[in-house]
């Protein structure tokens, strides 16, 4: 993607390549590699957005293992989040994977929610604000979640969410 530093498969001429990589024996394969790493953290991009495979995203959260392993995060635009209750099915969903690890997993889990103005323009900030005021509820106070923003070209999406969810912003130093 233009706005960010990660790679992602262009979005024509690439589906057999996208659909590949998608497939339950691929996926299997995956998990394998990251669990024989024996990393201390995780981070599934999916060189755009993971979460158009939820499946897959749960899937990875519940089975990847490594006694080393401390935080699992999964990064995405929140364009789930259209409807507050869009917002809590998702976040549920990711939850339930993480809560299903074995209970001798220590690994924290972590949403980095991709806020910029790339993703302003596309689908506003409106999923983000739905996602975000779950984290004022108990029931997702295992989960954590911060922002993640390109702030190029004096970008204001960051105190635009700000000011939507009632917030103040310091200054940055």
Same mark, same amino acid.
């Not at 998608?22 to 979460?51: C, I, Y």
């Not at 549920?92 to 690890?101: I, M």
């Not at 029931?139 to 911060?146: P, R």
């Given at each position: ?43 599934? &991009? ?5 979460? $158009? ?7 990875? $959260?519940?089975?990847?293992? &490594?006694?080393? @392993? ?16 869009? !917002? ?5 969903? @990711? !939850? ?34 739905? $996602? ?8 997702? !106070? ?8 390109? @702030? ?5 999406? $960051? ?5 939507? @969810?009632? !917030?103040?912003? &310091?200054?940055?130093?």
């Amino acid at each position: 993607c233009d706005h960010c530093n990660f790679a992602s498969l262009p979005a024509s001429g690439a589906q057999n390549e996208r659909d590949a990589f998608h497939t339950m024996d691929t996926q299997t394969r995956l998990l394998t590699f990251v669990n024989q790493l024996h990393a201390w953290k995780v981070v599934l &991009s999916g060189g755009g957005e993971p979460l $158009i495979e939820p499946v897959m995203v749960e899937r990875f $959260i519940e089975q990847v293992r &490594s006694e080393r @392993l401390e935080e699992i995060e999964v990064i995405t635009s929140g364009f789930w989040g259209k409807t507050p209750g869009a !917002a809590r099915k998702m976040l549920t969903h @990711l !939850a339930h994977a993480y809560r299903r690890r074995p209970s001798t997993s220590h690994a924290k889990f972590s949403l980095r929610l991709s806020v910029d103005w790339f993703h302003q323009r596309a689908m506003g900030l409106l999923p983000i604000e739905h $996602i975000l005021r779950l984290f004022d509820t108990p029931e997702f !106070a295992d989960v954590h979640c911060y922002i993640r923003s390109v @702030l190029l070209l004096e970008d204001s999406t $960051i105190q635009g969410l700000a000011t939507a @969810l009632g !917030a103040h912003l &310091s200054s940055l130093a």
